[in-house]
C-alpha cells in the first residue's frame, strides 16, 4: 500500500509541476527501492518496470517521445531495484541460516538483556526443560535460578556488564518446568549491549560425580567404623588424636585421652559365647555414648578396649567425665579406666603409653576406677 501511495504520489508530481528543472522521475527510486527490500529482486525488477511504465504514460500525455537518451534512467531505476533485492535477499538468506542455527542447536540458546529479561530463546528450552520459548521472553532468568546459586549468577552477569566481553564454563542450576533441577554449563558474552549465552545440560555427570563422591565417602567411612559398634574403629582414632596432638602443639590445652577395658570380659566371653560379648559389647558403646559431651570423641580401639578424646577438658573433670561414662556399663560388667593429658612435647603413642599405664594401675587397684596419669 505504501508502494503504490509512492509511485501515485510521484506521477502526480510529475503531471502537474511546471517546473522542468525538478528531476520528479528520479523520485521512482523510492518506491522501487521499498518493493525491492520487500520482496528481493522480483520486486525491484516489478517497481522498475512499474516506473517505466508510468514514465512512458507521462511522456506521451505530454506529447513526448522515449528516446535513447532516456536508457540511463531506466538503468538507475533498475539498478536500484536489483542492488536492493540482492541486498535483501542476502539478508533474508543469512537471517534464515542464523535462524536454522538457532533452532536446531542442541544447546540452550538465549539473548539477555541489560536487565537480565529473556530477549529470544531457541526451542531447546522446551525440549530440554519444558518451558515453551515463547513464554520465557521477557521474564528474568533469576526466576528459573535454583536459589543457592542466584548470587553467583548476579556475580557473573555484573561481570560481563562491567566490561568483561566472555565468561566460559560457568555452572548454575534452572529448574524445569516439572520442577527437577537441571545443571547447566554456560559460555557468553556480551554485545550491543545484549548478553548472548549458551549452555550445556551437565546434570548426568554432575550427578554421577555426587555419585562417585558419595561412594567415596562412603568407603572413607567404612574404612574408618568399627563394623561391631558402630563407632569409630583404631585408624580413625589415630587420625582424631593426631589431630589433637596438631592442635594441642599449636596452642590448645586440656585435651584428656582416656581408655576404657572391660573387666571381666574374657570371662563373659567364655562362659556365654562370643555372641552375647557381641552383644554386650554393642550394648556398652549404645550406653557410653549418651553420657558423651557433643565435643568428645569415642572409638574402639581393640577387642574390649575403648578410647575417648576430652578437648577442653582438665584433669578432675576429665575423671569425672570417664567416672560417669563407666557407671553407664551395662551388668554384669565393670569398667576400668586410665587418663591422661595430652602433651605437647610428647608424641600420641607416648601419651597413650602413660594412658595405658594409668589403666594398668587401676586394673592392679581393683578394677572397676578410674586412674590418672600425669605427664
Sequence with gaps: ?????????????????????????????????????????????????????????????????????????????????????????????????????????????????????????????????????????????????????????????????????????????????DGRWHWILWSSRVKDGLIYSSGKDITDRKLAERAREDQLNSEHNAARSDELTGLPNRRAWEEELENEVSRSESGERNVALAILDLDNFKVLNDTQGHAAGDDHLRRCAAEWSKALRSTDFMARIGGEEFGILMPHCPPELAVRVVDRIRHLTPPPETCSAGIALLDRNETFSETMARADKALYLAKEGGRNRSVFEPA
Design 1 to 177: 500500500m505504501v508502494v503504490g501511495v509512492l509511485f501515485a504520489a510521484v506521477t502526480v508530481l510529475r503531471a502537474v509541476s511546471d517546473d522542468a528543472t525538478v528531476p520528479w522521475a528520479v523520485l521512482y527510486v523510492l518506491p522501487v527501492g521499498l518493493l525491492a527490500l520487500s520482496h528481493g529482486v522480483a520486486g525491484g525488477l516489478t517497481g522498475t518496470l512499474v516506473a517505466s511504465l508510468l514514465y512512458a504514460a507521462l511522456l506521451t500525455l505530454e506529447g513526448g517521445q522515449l528516446s535513447a537518451a532516456m536508457i540511463p534512467r531506466f538503468l538507475s531505476w533498475a539498478t536500484v531495484g536489483i542492488g536492493f533485492g540482492l541486498l535483501e535477499q542476502l539478508r533474508l538468506r543469512s537471517a534464515r541460516q542464523a535462524e536454522g542455527w538457532f533452532e536446531l542447536s542442541s544447546d540452550l540458546l538465549a539473548e539477555v538483556d541489560a536487565e537480565g529479561h529473556f530477549v529470544q530463546v531457541n526451542e531447546q528450552w522446551f525440549r530440554l526443560l519444558g518451558h515453551p520459548a515463547g513464554s520465557l521472553v521477557g521474564k528474568s532468568y533469576q526466576d528459573f535460578v535454583h536459589p543457592d546459586d542466584l548470587e553467583a549468577s548476579r556475580r557473573a552477569e555484573a561481570s560481563l556488564s562491567g566490561g568483561e566481553m566472555t565468561i566460559n564454563d560457568f555452572e548454575n542450576r534452572f529448574v524445569a518446568a
